[in-house]
């Protein structure tokens, strides 16, 4: 089994195309929500539920996708059914808890499992996780143990110190040199995380032979952690930086780099997403499904003007999933 992955990968590698047809050309993601954020709660008393920061709706639109929310608390049956439909899946950073019951970590662990199970039967999605997505993609491979170390690295644009064998892997096996040189020697990737995943944590939930560890860094008090991570089996990736905020946030006071160096890595990750999702060919089962899920049928709110560190903010109220088309579950 393994093995035959193997050989189908590097088919992939070299074809680049499908299992099975021709790229997908109309890629649709699935973002996930999280818990209104405790800023933008006290900015927008009790108003929302959930919201998605629209620099990571953006990073997704930027690479030739839509996209699509997918709620927090959702049943089993949701998730399997809203996996169906889109074509890859973006858990974006912030700032929740993972014990919150209903919340991010819950939803991420079943869409974990369930993209397993798609993946394992042999169509190629992808999930591509960011900060406290990243933090989650190994929590959620270690059945919900908590492992991070606390760490200090907030406002700190950093290089990347790639492992030695960080090429002999699909993030960035295909990588143009001139990205790779940037990522590697320019203060490029905007960290801003108060947990770490550190090699000893990896180890200490026996994952380091599930996962490839592809770059690592140090925080302001030295300590190393892994920045940039890939699952041995799946296309599962994982970044402990903020390619989307070099793009899209504006914020000022935080070192986030936008010069034009940094806005070529950046897209590069989104580019490379966007490309994997094209690689499964999931839809709505109609058009009209497919338009009435879009993230487009909700308000964006320009929260920089209540000085949120977000430039925008797509915020949702708890009733807004009702309008979620989800008939024919099974
Ligand atoms: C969740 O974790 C946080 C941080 O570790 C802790 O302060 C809080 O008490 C925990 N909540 C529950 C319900 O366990
Ligand atoms: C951008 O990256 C290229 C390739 O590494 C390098 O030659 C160039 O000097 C960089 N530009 C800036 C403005 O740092
Ligand atoms: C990156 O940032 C560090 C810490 O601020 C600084 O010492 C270093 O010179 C910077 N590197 C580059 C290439 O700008
Ligand atoms: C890791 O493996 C050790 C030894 O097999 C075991 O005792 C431990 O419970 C495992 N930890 C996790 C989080 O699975
Ligand atoms: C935003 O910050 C500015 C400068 O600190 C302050 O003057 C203003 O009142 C703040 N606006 C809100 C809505 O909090």
């Given amino acids: 089994m393994n093995c035959l992955w193997r050989i189908l990968f590097a088919a992939f590698v070299f074809a680049d195309t499908t299992i099975k047809g021709e790229p997908n050309d109309r890629p649709i993601i699935g973002i996930l929500t999280q818990e209104i954020d405790y800023k933008l709660n006290e900015q ?3 108003q929302y539920h959930s919201y998605i920061a629209a620099s990571y709706v953006k990073f997704v639109e930027g690479a030739g996708a839509r996209p699509v929310p997918i709620w927090i608390d959702g049943t089993d049956s949701y998730y399997e059914t809203i996996l169906s439909k889109v074509n890859g899946v973006l858990w974006p950073g912030g700032s929740t808890y993972f014990n919150q019951s209903k919340g991010y970590a819950d939803a991420g662990a079943v869409i974990y499992r369930i993209a397993k199970n798609i993946n394992a039967r042999g169509e190629y999605f992808p999930i591509f996780t960011i900060c406290l997505g990243f933090e989650l993609l190994t929590y959620v491979a270690a059945n919900c143990v908590e492992h991070r170390t606390t ?11 790639f492992t030695h064998d960080f090429r002999e892997s699909n993030l960035f096996g295909n990588a143009p040199q001139d990205v790779i040189k940037i990522l590697s020697e320019e203060n490029v990737t905007a960290n801003y ?5 550190t090699m000893q944590d990896l180890n200490n939930v026996n994952l380091t032979d599930e996962f490839h560890v592809l770059s690592l860094n140090h925080d302001k008090n030295d300590l190393e952690f892994i920045s940039t991570i890939e699952h041995k089996q799946f296309p599962f990736y994982g970044l402990q930086f903020h390619p989307e905020k070099n793009l899209y946030e504006w914020v000022t006071g935080k070192n986030i780099p936008h010069g034009s160096n940094a806005t070529i890595v950046s897209q590069y990750f989104a580019n490379f997403f966007v490309n994997e999702a094209r690689k499964n060919s999931h839809e709505f089962r109609t058009k009209e499904e497919e338009k009435q899920s879009l993230i487009y049928n909700y308000p964006i709110t320009y929260t920089a003007l209540q000085n949120s560190s977000f430039e925008q903010c797509y915020m949702f109220k ?4 009702n309008g979620l088309v989800i008939e024919n579950e099974v």
């Avoid at 760490?151 to 110190?161: F, I, T, Y």
């Avoid at 708890?318 to 999933?321: A, T």
């Fill in 193 to 197: 995380h108060r947990y770490c995943v």
């Fill in 44 to 46: 927008y008393p009790d």
């Fill in 151 to 161: 760490c200090s690295s907030h406002n700190q644009p950093l290089p990347l110190e």
């Fill in 318 to 321: 708890k009733n807004d999933r």
